[in-house]
């Protein structure tokens, strides 16, 4: 089946450690973008990537890293610079270019601090 | 990207018609209306979009206003499962750009 796929579903930080979230899209989507939602609240863009190799800072970048190697794949890192990382994570992927463009969106991660 | 204002909830009997208005007073002639929503703990789902005429297909219906400064999404025969958080946004369609996702409505179907 084709979507996006994040896992995993639930990941625990520790104090100082740095954490990566998966995020693989096999719907051959050339944009793919990280959100970061709190209790009850909307969306926040922390990066997103057009295309490979290539990313840009979205609201909320301080404290997050990520890469674009392959067109399928766009890991976040929550570095221990990120001080409330406690949030849900949702990937999301895009089409380039069609006049129906339109935000896929994965199942999330929900990373707690312990 | 236009703002949009959205009642924090809203109730609805299983089986009856669920209208989800949205305020988008600023909106501009290029800035399209899409909804998606959120059922508890799961990603946000497309629903539908649109920019002057209004929009159907398999999961609601979509009606805009003629000055297009508000919206109605109407689930036509709501479920338990229709159950979530509904967020209306309005955006230039370029691709590459994020779509900004404010607080929403959050839809109780009531059995």
């Known amino acids: 089946d084709g979507g996006i796929t994040q896992s995993p579903k639930y990941l625990f930080r520790k104090e100082g450690q740095n954490v990566t979230l998966s995020c693989e899209q096999n719907?051959?989507?050339?944009?793919m973008y990280w959100y970061r939602q709190d209790p009850g609240q909307g969306l926040r863009l922390i990066y997103y990537?057009?295309?490979?190799?290539?990313?840009q800072k979205g609201d909320i970048a301080e404290g997050y890293s990520v890469s674009r190697e392959k067109k399928e794949s766009f890991p976040l890192t929550v570095t221990s610079a990120q001080k409330n990382p406690t949030a849900f994570y949702l990937c999301?992927?895009?089409?380039?270019?069609?006049?129906?463009?339109?935000?896929?969106f994965g199942p999330g991660t929900r990373l707690l601090v312990l | 990207d236009a703002k949009t204002t959205q009642p924090p909830s809203m109730d609805c009997a299983e089986g009856r018609a669920a209208n989800l208005p949205c305020n988008h007073s600023?909106?501009?002639?290029?800035?399209?209306v899409y909804w998606y929503r959120q059922i508890h703990s799961q990603g946000p789902q497309y629903i539908i979009h649109?920019?002057?005429n209004n929009e159907t297909n398999e999961m609601a219906s979509l009606i805009i206003t003629e000055d297009r400064k508000s919206s109605t999404l109407i689930l036509p025969h709501a479920t338990l499962r229709d159950t979530a958080v509904y967020y209306c946004?309005?955006?230039?369609?370029?691709?590459?750009?994020?779509?900004?996702f404010g607080p929403g409505t959050r839809l109780s179907v009531l059995p």
């Open positions: 600023t909106i501009s002639g290029n800035e399209y």
């Open positions: 719907l051959n989507h050339d944009a």
């Open positions: 649109g920019l002057k």
């Open positions: 999301a992927s895009s089409t380039s270019g069609s006049y129906q463009e339109t935000q896929y």
């Open positions: 990537s057009q295309i490979v190799n290539d990313f």
């Open positions: 946004i309005v955006r230039v369609r370029n691709y590459g750009q994020n779509f900004v």
